[in-house]
Nanobody, 121 residues
Framework: QVQLVESGGGLVQAGGSLRLSCAAS????????MGWYRQAPGKQRELVAT???????NYADSVKGRFTISRDNAKNTVYLQMNSLKPEDTAVYYC???????????????WGQGTQVTVSS
């Protein structure tokens, strides 16, 4: 069984910073891409940033230059450093991992439970 556990959310003032972490554990043979998504009230879930196993990154235009995604492959952990936070960044942030639980299994996308980020103006 695979688990993704996020941490690091909270309440911060506009202009502040937060760092999210997400650790994958359980039956994991290999992990391809990992990423962060967010969902604000009344809105659809949207991509924030992704990172491949080789370290290639992709960001939503709204966070470029402010957020940085990184990962520690040895720890099966992905991070999201969020700087210059804005009230519009307020959302539940979810991590996702495209992984293979066993050598013979298909790659599937697994999700964390989400962590709330609230940015006050």
């Amino acid at each position: 069984q695979v688990q993704l556990v996020e941490s690091g959310g909270g309440l911060v003032q506009a202009g502040g910073s937060l760092r999210l972490s997400c650790a994958a554990s359980g039956s994991i043979f290999s992990i391809n891409a990992m990423g962060w998504y967010r969902q604000a009230p009344g809105k659809q879930r949207e991509l924030v940033a992704t990172i491949t196993s080789g370290g290639s990154t992709n960001y939503a235009d709204s966070v470029k230059g402010r957020f940085t995604i990184s990962r520690d492959n040895a720890k099966n952990t992905v991070y999201l450093q969020m700087n210059s936070l804005k009230p519009e960044d307020t959302a539940v942030y979810y991590c996702a991992a495209d992984l293979r639980p066993t050598a013979w299994a298909k790659i599937g996308r697994y999700w964390g439970q989400g962590t709330q980020v609230t940015v006050s103006s």
